[in-house]
């Protein structure tokens, strides 16, 4: 049964970077037939795509994030992580990390962590 | 402002059906797949349909998915209160290049 778990600081100051890192078990980043996803959700709203990255660390972002957001993998640590520059209070959001499974344009997300809220507040 | 439209709300009494539509383009449900996610209250979602109506293992088949056009919908049978969730249609976007979410639907089972 794969497991995934986000890890990362609750609070973040405005305009710092938010970094989050998504432990995976029973599966690994290494694999050519996943790719692994970030998604939030502000309080209250509902689910807004980040961006993917795969195990060569090949990644695609949501174009309304892409100019502040990165996604990384670490094979090593089976983990992979995700970073958020100049956050606002629209950054708020509890952050999920999810595997992508299925063929091109036919992704879908088969496997959630908890999430993990991240409030943005000085 | 979600890229694919569902309603905000819906209900139904236990033993009802009910249906959540959800629309979009012919960039995203006009040409791909669309998968469908329960959401319960503080967690995360959880695959309910995928590839348009296909029901993963261990899903009750009160639960169907169908597709037309630019639309799809979700159809739950003999509504049960521990059906009371959140719901989000999914498609990908050609020209996001990357998937599309629904703004949700709240289920409540009156």
């Known amino acids: 049964q794969v497991q995934l778990q986000e890890s990362g600081p609750g609070l973040v100051k405005p305009s710092e970077t938010l970094s989050l890192t998504c432990s995976v078990s029973?599966?690994?980043?290494?694999?050519?037939?996943?790719?692994w996803s970030w998604i939030r959700q502000p309080p209250g709203k509902g689910l807004e795509w980040i961006g993917y990255i795969n195990h060569s660390g090949s990644t695609n972002y949501n174009p309304s994030l892409k100019s502040r957001v990165a996604i990384s993998v670490d094979t090593s640590k089976n983990q992979f992580s995700l970073k958020v520059n100049s956050v606002t209070a629209a950054d708020t959001a509890v952050y999920y990390c999810?595997?992508?499974?299925?063929?091109?344009?036919?992704?879908?997300?088969?496997?959630w962590g908890q999430g993990t809220l991240v409030t943005v507040s000085s | 402002q979600s890229v694919l439209t569902q309603p905000p709300s819906a209900s139904g009494t236990p033993g009802q059906r009910v249906t959540i539509s959800c629309s979009g383009s012919?960039?995203?449900?006009?040409?791909?797949?669309v998968y469908w996610y329960q959401q319960l209250p503080g967690t995360a979602p959880k695959l309910l349909i995928y590839s348009n109506n296909q029901r993963p293992s261990g899903v009750p088949d009160r639960f169907s998915g169908s597709k037309s056009g630019t639309s799809v919908s979700l159809a739950i049978s003999g509504l049960r209160s521990e059906d009371e969730a959140d719901y989000y249609c999914v498609a990908w976007d050609d020209s996001l290049s990357g998937p599309v979410f629904g703004g949700g639907t709240k289920l409540t089972v009156l």
């Open positions: 012919s960039s995203n449900i006009g040409t791909n797949y």
């Open positions: 999810a595997r992508v499974a299925g063929p091109p344009r036919r992704y879908y997300f088969d496997y």
């Open positions: 029973g599966g690994s980043v290494s694999s050519a037939n996943y790719y």
